[in-house]
């Protein structure tokens, strides 16, 4: 598992590898035990969502962790000891926490989510449930496919374009490669959408790690289509601080 050092003194947290064995739509079991033992939480308090590449988020509540999972990319929570998670295999995992509230989220950003601007819509989810200032957010941005490798078609270029994006954030979130092919940074697109929402850039840390080039780590749909496995990034609600 993969460590935010920033979020290390907040909140117990991490990014799981492919060595976990997290097999697409494992809901139980032993790989999500050893998850969730790893961030000292019990596999029932671990709040969850349907993901469905959109720009939903679910609020965790005390006492709902046996509600049926939610059609949604983000799960938010402030219950001490709950943990939200999100699986992904190319797709950018968002960790958040805020220092003073003890709000955390978990977010599951695929090309469609950023359009929709996922990571934004929890900042202001955070914001009106529990009064959680974005200046305070501290946010991980786990391992995904890169820019190195995310090839994309033309009518990503327009669903953003149409999406209502900037031409600004546009230029620097696409780019060319020498043979004149469409690559796409989720990482650059993610920050940009965590800054536009009020989270410090400062605070903002970005692993940098590509899926598809680290194989032998990560797991990547893009490369082993539907063998791949899923990876999860989850954190925890800490206690209340004396």
Known sequence: MLRCRALDPFVQH?????QLGLR???????????????????VPRIGRVRQVHGAVVRVVR?????HPLADADAAVTRDPGTAVAVVAADCVPVLLADPVT???AAVH???????????????????????VEPSSLI???GPSIGPCCYEVGED????FDEAGHSSIDRAEWFSRDAAGRLRLDLWRANTDE???AGVRPANIHVAGLCTQTHRDVFESFRAEGERAGRMAAIVVAPSPRS
Not at 14 to 18: N, Q
């Open 14 to 18: 991490g990014f799981t590898s492919r």
């Open 24 to 42: 697409p739509g494992e809901r139980a079991g032993e790989a999500w035990a050893s998850a969730a033992a790893s961030v000292g939480c019990a």
């Open 62 to 66: 005390a006492g709902e962790l046996d």
């Open 102 to 104: 003890g709000a955390v």
């Open 109 to 131: 950003a695929g090309w469609r989510g950023t359009v929709a601007n996922i990571a934004g819509v929890t900042v202001a989810t955070l914001t009106r449930e529990w009064g």
């Open 139 to 141: 946010a991980a941005i």
């Open 156 to 159: 990503l270029l327009r669903a």
């Open 194 to 196: 965590l800054v536009h």
